[in-house]
């Protein structure tokens, strides 16, 4: 007798009889999260099946710097814990994170459940990794300053003597004290050095308030189980790492993940299918090399200080040929005549 509905084609495929992923061919992702829901949340192991069976799609969208095995590792440990997400939005996560080639691993991002919704957030690492990957930073520097360390910040002072931090890790975290600030720097490979972005811990909660959705959604709830309740200090570095990335030229792909991750906390769909290779990144940089240009324009000063204004070009009247001395010549012969 056929199986008529996919929650038979589940319960058959979790007996020894037959294996899981033979249930859920031809499934839907709709299809696949009711019969979840209707088993009451039995059929995790097969919503993991489902998602293996779109390998080829994640190993697609990887970078070449990612090894797939690597990568498909972190997404088997990530998986336990968002058995709840409905499978269109677990693939949607996944992809994304191969899209950017970060592992979801805690480190570099993590895939998080906002409710039944699957969500990506890369970590503060996953943007440094990204920083490399530009092939214009030579290194990134980003930490937090406790009470007890010894820092100075004198902005008008010549890079590297604008900035210093000497940790004292050698100091038992109660005689260290709270962290204090936030910052961020980076070389180039020009030799050039970033200016130094800092936090103090009011900024980076005044930006937590102002943007972050999923912050306000679990003070609402009660669940305070967002990356602010949870990850407080990466979430107050990775504040200093976006607001550095805005001021060095480092590449499309690190935008356009700040927009990525800025969609997924608004509940936004963030990346549903790996694009073409070079076909995003291309109008990336050609946007932000138009922005650049218009910025470099609107820069220019004269010699008081007053901006230049562009050139002014004055139309030509129609049929005023030769020079002034010729048309003068003109209108004399026509008044003789």
């Not at 992702?29 to 099946?49: C, F, P, R, S, W």
């Not at 138009?290 to 008081?304: D, K, R």
């Not at 070009?313 to 005549?337: L, P, Y």
Request: charged residues 25%; hydrophobic residues 40%; proline residues 6%.
């Amino acid at each position: 007798m056929a199986l008529s509905t996919l929650k038979a084609r589940v319960s058959a495929a979790t007996r020894p009889v037959a294996p899981v992923v033979d249930a859920v061919e031809g499934a839907s992702a709709v299809e696949l999260h009711e019969a979840q829901q209707a088993d009451g949340g039995q059929a995790a192991d097969t919503v993991m099946d489902w998602l293996g069976r779109r390998r080829a799609d994640i190993e697609a969208a990887l970078p070449s710097c990612v090894e797939p095995g690597v990568f498909l590792t972190a997404v088997r440990t990530a998986l336990p814990g968002l058995s709840r997400c409905t499978p269109a939005s677990l693939l949607q996560a996944v992809l994304t994170c191969a899209r950017f080639g970060l592992l979801p691993d805690g480190q570099q991002a993590v895939i998080k459940a906002e409710g039944s919704t699957a969500v990506m957030v890369p970590m503060y690492r996953g943007y440094v990794e990204l920083m490399y990957r530009s092939g214009r930073v030579r290194s990134v520097h980003v930490g937090l300053v406790y009470a007890g360390d010894e820092w100075s910040w004198e902005p008008t002072a010549p890079a590297p003597l604008d900035f210093t931090h000497k940790a004292r890790p050698d100091l038992p975290r109660a005689q260290r004290g709270e962290a204090v600030l936030a910052y961020a720097f980076c070389w180039m490979e020009n030799g050039a050095r970033s200016q130094v972005v800092v936090l103090n811990r009011e900024d980076a909660e005044a930006n937590r308030d102002a943007y972050s959705e999923a912050f306000r959604r679990a003070e609402a709830d009660g669940s305070k189980s967002s990356a602010w309740h949870t990850h407080f200090g990466d979430m107050w570095k990775k504040t200093a790492i976006r607001r550095l990335e805005k001021t060095v030229p480092t590449s499309a792909e690190l935008r356009k993940l700040a927009v990525v991750e800025d969609a997924g906390d608004e509940g936004r769909v963030q990346v549903v299918h790996a694009p073409q290779p070079g076909a995003e990144d291309a109008a990336l940089a050609a946007d932000a090399a138009a922005a650049h240009e218009a910025a470099e324009a609107g820069q220019e000063v004269g010699a008081l200080g007053a901006p230049v204004p562009p050139p002014v070009v004055k139309a030509r009247r129609r049929g005023r040929t030769g020079t002034k001395k010729d048309r003068a010549g003109r209108r004399a012969a026509r008044r003789a005549a």
